[in-house]
Nanobody, 120 residues
Framework: QVQLVESGGGSVQPGGSLRLSCVGS????????MSWYRQAPGKARESVAGIIAVGGFTTYADSVKGRFTISRDNRRNTVYLQMNSLKPEDTAVYYC?????????????WGQGTLVTVSP
């Protein structure tokens, strides 16, 4: 059974930091590209950051470039999102997503989400 479990969300003041974690199980984690998405109240879900299975190549939404860092530890089946200089507009539910493997096969698995609230 494929599972993605996020943790690390919470409330923080503007300018603060949080680190989200997502642990994958039930699939070969190291073979899959992983991503973080977020959904703010009343808005569509959007891509935040992604990291490929091997090689460490990463991508970021323009709104988070220079503030957020995605990384992975394949030994721990975990992907991280380090979020610095948080802004109120970063408030959202953050979701972990397992995309395609090295052969292009889609897993298309989502975590349950973790809430991040940025307010004074």
């Amino acid at each position: 059974q494929v599972q993605l479990v996020e943790s690390g969300g919470g409330s923080v003041q503007p300018g603060g930091s949080l680190r989200l974690s997502c642990v994958g199980s039930g699939f070969t984690f190291s073979n899959y590209a992983m991503s973080w998405y977020r959904q703010a109240p009343g808005k569509a879900r959007e891509s935040v950051a992604g990291i490929i299975a091997v090689g460490g190549f990463t991508t970021y939404a323009d709104s988070v470039k220079g503030r957020f860092t995605i990384s992975r530890d394949n030994r721990r089946n975990t992907v991280y999102l380090q979020m610095n200089s948080l802004k109120p507009e970063d408030t959202a539910v953050y979701y972990c997503y397992a995309g395609r493997d090295l052969r292009g096969n889609a897993l298309d698995a989502w975590g349950q989400g973790t809430l991040v609230t940025v307010s004074p």
